[in-house]
């Protein structure tokens, strides 16, 4: 049966958010023929226009008649700051209690908490605006980390990126594990990002001040993941003792230097395991697990996925 998805859209919006989880759902209907369908909803008849000024052609407004199961709100400064007549948000709630699921996209959510004052939500959004989201509706739970987060059938993702993420939870959801893998795989992404995972990935965090020392050293570990690396040669490499770089690893990732190495070498494993044809045994030899037993609980504990698993799903 198909999937009868519409993206509310309005000025402002962020392209990103829509074409981002739209290509996901599209691409479904590669390996399960007519699994979604989509139309693009404005507030009134005419032109859309994205926050950098680009032009689409809404297929339905407000005042038309139409199905749908999935309600999808994308994001984006103008979304953000949507002014909405009494008449618009009567109609728009009206389709979002029809839908059978309802999505926000990034700063969606600030539409989404319009439609559902007076339901118990816990959402998130994206990192920067989750304080001013909370602020305006104080009687909904906005989590500030996570991916994407669950709500009964109402679903809500971070910034933008995260929306595939999302898409890719959904597609899961309904067409199983394989599929959701083929469809990542086709747009070069990670299927294995859970909505629990944190806003902030490890690199990113890194991205700022005294944490740049370790540019180079990330560099040099990336390319030696199939050795060991001790604290002491990190802290020969970049020129600092073993107590600065341990210092500047929990302070910025909070973690130790031995911890990150581990999470690059997993990191690694995983890139492999979705690209090559390898047996897992020889992945985990690749990056210096003498057991398999501990690559496996490693493997699980760091993507909630056993390394089996995540090749049956990648390569079927």
Known sequence: MTVHQVFFIANGFQALDLFGPLDAFMETNTFVPNAYKA????????????????????????????????????????????????????????????????FSICTGAFVLAKLFPDRPLTVTSHWRHCDDLARRS??????????????????????VLSGVDLALAIIRQDHGNAVAAKVAKELVVYVQRAGSQNQFSDMLQLQSGESFKLSPLLDWLAQHVDRPVSVSDMASFINLSERQVTRIFKQHLNCTPSAFFKQLKLNYARDLLGSENISVKHVAHRIGFNSYDSFRRAFYRQFSVSPSTFTKGIHS
Do not use: H
């Open 138 to 159: 104080p009687g909904i739970d906005v989590q500030t980390e996570p991916l994407f987060v669950n709500s009964g059938n109402i679903w809500s993702s971070a910034g």
């Open 39 to 102: 139309s693009l909803l404005g507030l009134q008849k005419g032109t859309v226009k994205t926050v950098y000024g680009q032009q689409l052609q809404a297929d339905l407004c407000l005042d038309d008649e139409f199905e749908l199961d999935d309600l999808i709100i994308c994001g984006g400064n103008g979304m953000r700051t949507l002014p909405v007549s009494v008449k618009q948000l009567a109609q728009l709630r009206e389709v979002a209690v029809k839908a059978k699921r309802v």
